[in-house]
């Protein structure tokens, strides 16, 4: 018999399955809310279709029609809340108050604050407002920044404000260069003249001193200084016109990029249809390089922190997505370890930054025994949600290698393995890898008694010589070791003892891809 080796106590703790928090995966089609003209489909269609700016337009306002503006002139807010103004121009211009005062002011500019005290010539003059200053041979400019047209200043509050009034045309030139890259096509740079002109007139408010903002509350106008050659002649080859629909103009939204499909505005903004307004297919919008974008990866717990009190109570565990008829989102329910919450489509792009509400996300979780005993398969259980297509991937030292594969990957998996030593596995897509968890192979040990109870003997499999292996007796609920033996080359290990009535266990931990591992009880009899 080999020599006993020296005794110790092993307390008996219980191995948990092993579970991998869920990732979740964010792709999508597409940059604005993708109502009306996507201006890339627009390049696409006028670069590589051939297609005409009256083509184009009817295609993204179906029913619509070309015609004459009914307005001549638009009133742009240019700056506001200002405590001082300087205008100016290249040549001389005027200023005329409320009272029809006038000033003849040289070439150069004045300053002044809401006392609206003009001096020129060293003389100061007291003027009421509103005051309006129109140009010479030269525009007039407002802090240094140059329009065409005239300018009217307010003060009120001790605050100054300055409306440019210009006609549409020339505010169109200082548009569309803004909205839309002046070396596009000719085509699309017509198409978005028309519609930037059909979008000012119809989003106008004409109730107050101004009609249009310059920036994103009605479109970003520049000016002078923003206008290019290329975007004025499609002005110029489009003047005076736009969309009309039932004989009026109508609100031509426009946006980047539709990614493949436009939307129906009820479908984004809620409220009645509008004819003009439906989705249409954009297959050229596929030169954009946003028409499809991500992946962008989060972990649970990220997610549930960007969603904020909007988010399920416990662990996030799935999403479901609800579309529209537009394809885009309409709302999205999370589902919570302790319940689940629902936010809807426009809030979850505001949370996470995203580029339109047409997005899909993809959940991808696994888990699995934490142990097994070596010659067992393991079945791992997994949520493949929102993929075409999953695999089941292990890990080597150089890498991972595919060994199970699902298509249409919309729900629970499961793959059936029968690992050899301990392995990690993750769920894998072409886009994304899921969360791993691994799976601990313990040897296979037998114990029995033999020799009228002098004698615990047993196996180890796989077989391997020099391993360890202690004998325990349970003792007051803790594992107490009483013998070691080492295997032999056939995994054989023995131990002579007299073998008392009691519960009794082989442990051993041989190492190189194996984890500790037990032997079932065994209870010897009185």
Request: hydrophobic fraction near 40%; glycine fraction near 12%.
């Amino acid at each position: 018999m080999r020599r006993l080796l020296p005794i110790l106590l092993v307390a008996l703790v219980a191995v948990p399955s092993a579970a991998a928090s869920p990732i979740f995966v964010v792709t999508g089609h597409g940059w604005g809310h993708g109502i009306g003209m996507a201006q890339y489909g627009a390049q696409g269609y006028a670069s590589k279709g051939n297609k005409t700016y009256d083509w184009i337009l009817a295609h993204y306002y179906p029913g619509t029609k070309l015609g004459p503006s009914p307005v001549a002139s638009v009133r742009v807010l240019v700056a506001d809340g200002r405590t001082r103004l300087t205008i100016g121009s290249a040549a001389a211009f005027k200023a005329k108050d409320a009272n029809g005062k006038t000033l003849q002011i040289p070439k150069g500019s004045v300053t002044f604050g809401p006392g609206l005290h003009i001096t020129v010539n060293g003389t100061e003059h007291a003027l009421a407002g509103p005051v309006r200053f129109t140009r010479g041979t030269r525009n007039l400019t407002v802090g240094g920044k140059a329009y065409r047209g005239a300018f009217v200043v307010r003060s009120s509050g001790g605050r100054l404000s300055v409306v440019n009034e210009v006609g549409l045309d020339q505010y169109v030139y200082g548009v569309v260069p803004n909205e839309m890259p002046s070396s596009w096509a000719p085509e699309a740079l017509k198409a978005q003249a028309v519609a930037a002109r059909s979008y000012g007139l119809a989003s106008r408010s004409t109730g107050g001193t101004f009609d249009l903002y310059p920036d994103t509350r009605s479109q970003v106008y520049g000016g002078v200084s923003s206008e290019d050659p290329r975007t004025t002649a499609a002005v110029d080859a489009t003047a005076g016109q736009v969309l009309t629909y039932a004989g009026k103009v109508i609100s031509a939204y426009f946006h980047s990029t539709s990614g493949g499909r436009t939307a129906f505005v009820q479908d984004i903004w809620g409220g009645s249809p509008a004819p003009y307004l439906v989705s249409v297919a954009d297959p050229y919008d596929s030169i954009s390089p946003y028409h499809n974008w991500g992946p962008f990866r989060y972990t649970a717990r990220e997610l549930k922190g960007h969603l904020g009190g909007s988010a399920p109570r416990g662990s996030l565990l799935d999403a479901l997505v609800t579309r529209n008829s537009s394809l885009r989102v309409k709302s999205v329910k999370f589902i919570g370890g302790s319940g689940s919450s629902t936010v809807s489509g426009s809030l979850m792009q505001s949370r996470l930054g995203l580029r339109s509400t047409w997005f899909s996300i993809g959940v991808l979780s696994l888990r699995a025994p934490a142990k097994i005993t070596y010659g067992n398969t393991v079945t791992l259980h997994g949520l493949a949600r929102g993929f075409d297509k999953a695999w089941l991937e292990r890990r080597l030292s150089r890498g991972w290698i595919q060994v199970g594969r699902v298509k249409d990957a919309n729900g629970p998996v499961a793959f059936t393995q029968q690992p050899t030593v301990t392995t990690t596995y993750r769920i894998a897509t072409a886009r994304a890898a899921g969360p791993s968890v691994r799976v601990g192979v313990a040897p296979k040990l037998t114990l029995a008694v033999r020799q009228q109870r002098h004698v615990l003997a047993g196996t180890m499999t796989p077989a391997s010589a020099g391993v360890v292996v202690q004998l325990q007796r349970l003792v007051d609920g803790r594992w107490k070791t009483i013998a070691r033996d080492e295997t032999d080359a056939a995994g054989r290990f023995r131990a002579r003892l007299a073998v008392k009535p009691g519960t009794y266990r082989a442990l051993a931990a041989p190492g190189g891809g194996l984890v500790p591992g037990t032997s079932d009880p065994l209870t010897v009899s009185p």
